[in-house]
């Protein structure tokens, strides 16, 4: 009996991690001209944004912790297809029949039914805007010479709601047209070495389009840290260190 009790106690943890785990997600509020919108980290390259009762997922990946908690989708943006971006389990568990899914060609290859945007794309939904920036290496490259993202391959995604440009730039290096965008108010850079940006690299694109907020994100073993010190000469950037390892 003692067992048995012992089991149901071990289902009821297990049952309540989820849970727990959606409860610690770390949470910003952004206002816009067209009301507050709620920025969820959930980790790594993922993010969610809930603005005017509508639910934004970028880059769902199930494989991190608390996902099954989140809330289905009025629209997923999905920057490229490699596997910690572009999952197809994800997706499907966040989708309904009423769901808006923006993508690449390449992601549009393993997941039906979504729209496909090209760099330099700009698609109106749900009462938004959204534009697709190229992602794409330079300077990184593979052992055979190929960059880890190559050029048209990737987007970025600048979210307009109300006055507020909002951008996820995906996996990507300081491209030339990372550097020439304008009227940003919160940018998320990426610093996962060896794939995207180093810190040196995410400082000199801030300098060059002045983001507002500035998020790195899906960092890996990346001292975010390490940013801050680099922008300190630089006014009117916020260096906002959150858990997006």
């Not at 390259?45 to 989140?70: A, E, Q």
């Not at 694109?205 to 500035?214: D, E, G, R, V």
Request: hydrophobic content about 40%; proline content about 7%.
């Amino acid at each position: 009996m003692v067992r048995n009790l012992s089991l149901f106690a071990c289902a009821v943890i297990a049952a309540v991690i989820p849970l727990k785990a959606a409860e610690v997600f770390e949470k910003d509020t952004i206002r816009t001209s067209a009301g507050n919108v709620e920025i969820t980290f959930v980790g790594h390259g993922t993010l969610m944004l809930r603005w005017g009762g509508k639910v934004i997922h970028i880059d769902p990946w199930s494989n991190l912790p608390g996902f099954s908690t989140l809330p289905q989708a009025d629209l997923i943006l999905v920057t490229h297809q490699h596997g910690d971006h572009l999952d197809s389990a994800a997706i499907s568990r966040l989708r309904t029949p009423t769901t808006v899914l923006l993508l690449t060609a390449k992601c549009a290859e393993r997941v039906r039914g979504g729209t496909v945007m090209k760099n330099g794309d700009v698609e109106k939904v749900l009462g938004l805007s959204v534009e697709a920036v190229p992602a794409y290496n330079l300077v990184h490259m593979r052992p055979d010479g190929t960059p880890f993202h190559p050029k048209g391959e990737g987007n970025g995604y600048v979210v307009t709601i109300g006055h507020t440009r909002i951008y996820i730039a995906g996996d990507t290096e300081n491209t030339p047209e990372m550097e020439a965008l304008r009227n940003i108010d919160v940018a998320f850079l990426p610093m996962n070495l060896p794939y995207t940006m180093t810190p040196e690299m995410v400082a000199e694109a801030a300098k060059a389009f002045k983001p507002k907020i500035l998020y790195p994100y899906h960092y890996s073993q990346t001292d975010p840290a390490k940013l801050a010190p680099l922008l300190i000469d630089t006014k009117g950037i916020e260096v906002r260190v959150r858990n997006m390892r």
